[in-house]
């Protein structure tokens, strides 16, 4: 696997509606986002200044369903 890139909440953002998921609501500085692959889990994350923890993107890629590697690099 490649080395993945960090990123800010606004590339995350913009990736995640890349993949087809849409904005569903705001709660203080946290963004939950629809989930196109399973349908059941949110993909929430704080919107902060900042990098993304790395952690927090593997743990949005998890809840996703598809690979790290999907999640970077594939078109949708």
């Known amino acids: 696997m490649a080395k993945c890139p ?9 990736r ?8 569903l609501r705001t709660a ?5 986002y629809s989930n ?3 349908p059941d ?3 929430t994350f704080a919107w902060h200044p900042g990098d993304v923890p790395r952690g ?3 743990d949005i890629v ?14 949708f």
Do not use: V
């Not at 995640?16 to 904005?23: H, P, S, V």
């Not at 203080?28 to 939950?32: D, L, N, P, V, W």
């Not at 809840?63 to 690099?73: A, E, N, P, Q």
């Open 28 to 32: 203080g500085s946290h963004r939950h």
């Open 56 to 58: 927090i993107i593997a």
């Open 16 to 23: 995640l509606r890349e993949i087809g998921c849409e904005l």
């Open 6 to 14: 960090s990123w800010n909440c606004r590339q995350l953002e913009r």
């Open 41 to 43: 889990r949110l993909i």
């Open 62 to 75: 998890e809840d996703l369903g598809i690979s790290r590697d999907d999640f970077y690099f594939k078109k």
């Open 36 to 38: 196109p692959f399973r």
